[in-house]
C-alpha cells in the first residue's frame, strides 16, 4: 500500500511536468525553426504562471476575461460528460456481456463480429450519424427528439453521452467477452462446477470480478480514447466545453490549465482503481 | 512467422481492399491522368450539389465534381501519407527503445513524463501546435505539410518506444536468451539472431495499429481544418469562392465540405465513410495478425489419427545406431 502512494505520486508529479512541457511547445517553433532558447523560457514562464492561476486571462470579442471563476462551470460540465459516458458506458457493457454470455455459441460468433465491425467506426462519423438522424426524424414527423446543437446557455446532456458512450462501450464489450471467454478456461471455474455450483453464480461471483480487473488495466487507454472523442463531439454539436475552451483560445496557458485540471479527476480515478485492485487481489 | 499471415482470411480480406482502392487510385492517376469529370451543363445553383444517383455513386459537389473519383483519386495521398508516418513513427521508435533498452535507473522517470501523452488528446495537441502555424503565409503549402508530418510522427514515438521496449523485455525473459547469455553471447548478437526474429511479428501488429491511430488522427484534424493536401479558394460565383482540396486527400476533403454539412450532408459522410471502411480493412489485417500469432504460440495442434500413422513410418532405420557399431571418421 505505501509503495502505490509512493509510486502513484512520483507518477503524479512527473505526469504534471510532462503536460506543462508538452503546453509550452508553441513557443519551441518560432515559424517553423526550433528555438531551445525561447522554449526554456516558455517552460519558466508557464511554470509561472501555473503557480499563478488567477493570472490567466482570454480574449472573448469584448475584450479580455480573467479565465478563473467562469473555468469552472466549462470544465465541470465537459468532465460531467466525459465521466457519465465512461460509467455508463461500463455499466451498458457488463449487462450486454451477461445477456450475451447466456445467448447460444452460434450467435455469440455472430455478435462478436458484429461489435468487432462496429468498434471499428471512427467518432466522427457516429456523431455526425446521430446528428443527422435527429434532423431527418425533425424533417419527417416534426418531433425534435433532442436539442441537436447546444446553444449558449445551454447546456444539453443526452445527446452528447449518448455519442460518446456507443463507441467505449463496444471496446468494454469486446475486452469483456474475450477475457470472460479465457477465464472459463481456467481450473478455478471447473472447481466450482464440480461443487454443484449454479452457472450463473459462476459468472458473477468468481469470473466477473476477475475479468472487470483487465477493464480497469485498459481504463487509461479507455480514457484517453474518450477524450478524443469529447473532442470531436464538441465540435460537431458546438457545445462550449473545455477543448472548445482551448480551440478557440489559442493561448498556451490556457492549454496546460485545462489539461491540468482534465488530469486531475483522470489521475485520481486511475489511483482509486489501483488501490481498490491492490486490496482485492494484492496486485500492484 | 510473417509468412503465416497469408493464410489468414481476415487480414487477406483487409489487404485486398487496401491494395485495390489503391490501385485504383493509382489506375486514376496514370491512366485517367487524374481527371476528376465535373458535370458543367446544368450548371445552376438549384441543381448543383447533385445528390447520390445511380451516375454519382456519391453524388457531388457544388462544382459538380463527382464525389467518388474525387475519393479514388484521393486515396493514394491519405493511405500514403498513413502508410509512411506509421513507418517512421514505428522505425524511429524501434531505435528509440534500443536507447531505452539498457536506460536503467532512467526508465521510470521517462516512463513517467511520457504518461502525460494519455491525458491529452493528440488531435487537439497538433491542432494547437500546427494551426497558428499553418495560417503564416510566408511558408509553401510543402514546407506545411512536411512540418505537420514532423509532428504527427512524434507524438507518438515517446509511447511507442516504450511499448516496444516492453516487447524486448518480455522476449527477453525466455530461457533461451538465458542460454544464449551463458554460452557467451554478446549483446548485440543476442539483440539481432535472438531477439529481433520473435520481435518482428509483434512489430507488425504495431505498424498496423500506428495505421489506424494515424487514420483517425487525419480524420479528426480534417473535420478540425487543419489537413493536408493545401487548400485553393475556387470561385463559385462571381461574390464568393469556397475553399476547395488541391489533391483531393481526404482529410482536405472533409475540411473543404464541412461548411455545407447542412446543405449536402454527403459531401461529408462519404469521405468519413471511407476512412471509416479503411480503418476496418486495417482492423482486420490487425486481427489476423494477431490469430496467426497465437496459432503458432500453440504448437501441440493435436493431429487426427489418420495424419499421425504415416509419420511412424518415416522413421528410418539409420537413426538408431549403436554407438560401438558407428563409423568414426
Not at chain 2, 503465416?4 to 485495390?20: A, Y
Request: proline share 4%.
Amino acid at each position: 500500500m505505501p509503495y502505490i502512494l509512493k509510486d502513484s505520486f512520483l507518477s503524479m508529479i512527473l505526469s504534471v511536468i510532462g503536460i506543462i512541457l508538452l503546453g509550452s511547445v508553441p513557443y519551441m517553433f518560432s515559424g517553423m525553426t526550433f528555438n531551445t532558447s525561447g522554449y526554456l523560457d516558455g517552460i519558466t514562464e508557464m511554470f509561472r504562471v501555473m503557480l499563478n492561476p488567477e493570472e490567466i486571462m482570454y480574449f472573448a470579442e469584448s475584450g479580455p476575461y480573467p479565465l478563473f471563476p467562469s473555468m469552472w462551470g466549462i470544465y465541470g460540465y465537459s468532465v460531467t460528460i466525459l465521466f457519465a459516458a465512461f460509467f455508463i458506458a461500463i455499466i451498458v457493457a457488463l449487462m450486454f456481456a451477461l445477456f450475451i454470455f447466456m445467448l447460444p455459441s452460434g450467435l455469440k460468433n455472430r455478435i462478436r463480429v458484429f461489435s468487432f465491425v462496429f468498434e471499428s467506426i471512427p467518432d466522427v462519423l457516429i456523431a455526425i450519424g446521430i446528428q443527422f438522424f435527429i434532423v431527418w426524424f425533425f424533417k419527417k414527423t416534426n418531433i425534435l427528439l433532442f436539442q441537436v446543437v447546444s446553444l449558449y446557455d445551454q447546456k444539453t446532456y443526452f445527446v452528447p453521452i449518448l455519442c460518446l458512450t456507443i463507441l467505449p462501450t463496444f471496446l468494454i464489450l469486446r475486452i469483456l467477452l474475450l477475457n470472460i471467454e479465457e477465464e472459463y478456461g481456467k481450473l478455478y471455474v471447473d472447481t466450482a462446477r464440480s461443487k454443484g455450483m449454479g452457472r450463473f453464480r459462476i459468472l458473477w461471483r468468481h469470473v466477473l470480478p476477475n475479468t472487470l480487473l483487465s477493464v480497469f488495466h485498459q481504463s487509461r487507454n479507455i480514457l484517453w480514447f474518450m477524450l478524443s472523442n469529447l473532442l470531436m463531439i464538441e465540435f460537431l454539436f458546438n457545445i462550449y466545453g473545455i477543448t472548445s475552451l482551448i480551440r478557440t483560445s489559442g493561448n498556451p496557458a490556457v492549454f496546460t490549465i485545462s489539461m491540468l485540471l482534465l488530469f486531475v479527476p483522470m489521475f485520481l480515478f486511475f489511483t482509486l482503481l489501483r488501490v481498490i485492485t491492490f486490496k482485492w487481489v494484492g496486485e500492484k | 512467422m510473417i509468412k503465416n499471415i497469408w493464410k489468414d482470411p481476415l487480414f487477406i480480406v483487409g489487404f485486398l481492399f487496401v491494395f485495390g482502392l489503391l490501385v485504383a487510385s493509382f489506375y486514376h492517376l496514370i491512366v485517367l491522368d487524374n481527371e476528376i469529370y465535373e458535370e458543367q451543363y446544368i450548371n445552376n445553383e438549384e441543381g448543383m450539389p447533385i445528390e447520390p444517383s445511380s451516375q454519382y455513386w456519391f453524388g457531388s459537389d457544388r462544382m459538380g465534381a463527382d464525389l467518388f473519383s474525387q475519393i479514388i483519386s484521393g486515396a493514394k495521398y491519405t493511405l500514403g501519407i498513413a502508410l509512411a508516418v506509421s513507418l517512421l513513427r514505428v522505425g524511429l521508435s524501434f531505435l528509440g527503445s534500443f536507447l531505452l533498452w539498457r536506460a536503467g535507473r532512467v526508465m521510470p522517470f521517462i516512463k513517467g513524463l511520457s504518461q502525460s501523452f494519455y491525458y491529452i488528446p493528440s488531435a487537439l495537441l497538433i491542432f494547437f501546435v500546427v494551426g497558428p502555424i499553418i495560417k503564416l503565409e510566408n511558408f509553401t503549402f510543402w514546407e506545411k505539410a512536411f512540418f505537420e508530418m514532423l509532428l504527427i510522427i512524434a507524438i507518438a514515438i515517446p509511447n511507442t518506444s516504450i511499448l516496444i521496449k516492453e516487447e524486448i523485455n518480455l522476449i527477453e525473459k525466455e530461457e533461451f536468451i538465458t542460454s544464449a547469455k551463458l554460452m557467451g553471447g554478446s549483446r548485440l548478437r543476442i539483440l539481432s539472431k535472438h531477439i529481433l526474429p520473435h520481435l518482428w511479428s509483434k512489430l507488425l501488429l504495431i505498424y498496423v495499429q500506428q495505421v489506424i491511430a494515424v487514420l483517425l488522427l487525419l480524420a479528426h484534424l480534417g473535420i478540425l481544418g487543419v489537413f493536408f493536401g493545401g487548400t485553393t479558394m475556387r470561385e463559385f460565383t462571381n461574390e464568393y469562392e469556397i475553399p476547395a482540396s488541391d489533391s483531393n486527400e481526404w482529410s482536405g476533403l472533409i475540411g473543404g465540405y464541412y461548411y455545407q454539412l447542412r446543405l449536402a450532408p454527403w459531401l461529408v459522410f462519404f469521405p468519413v465513410f471511407s476512412f471509416a471502411a479503411v480503418i476496418l480493412a486495417f482492423n482486420f489485417m490487425a486481427e489476423g495478425i494477431k490469430q496467426s500469432a497465437n496459432k503458432l504460440s500453440l504448437p501441440t495442434k493435436v493431429k487426427s489419427k489418420s495424419d499421425r500413422k504415416p509419420s511412424l513410418k518415416l522413421v528410418e532405420k539409420e537413426s538408431f545406431v549403436f554407438l560401438s557399431e558407428k563409423k568414426t571418421g
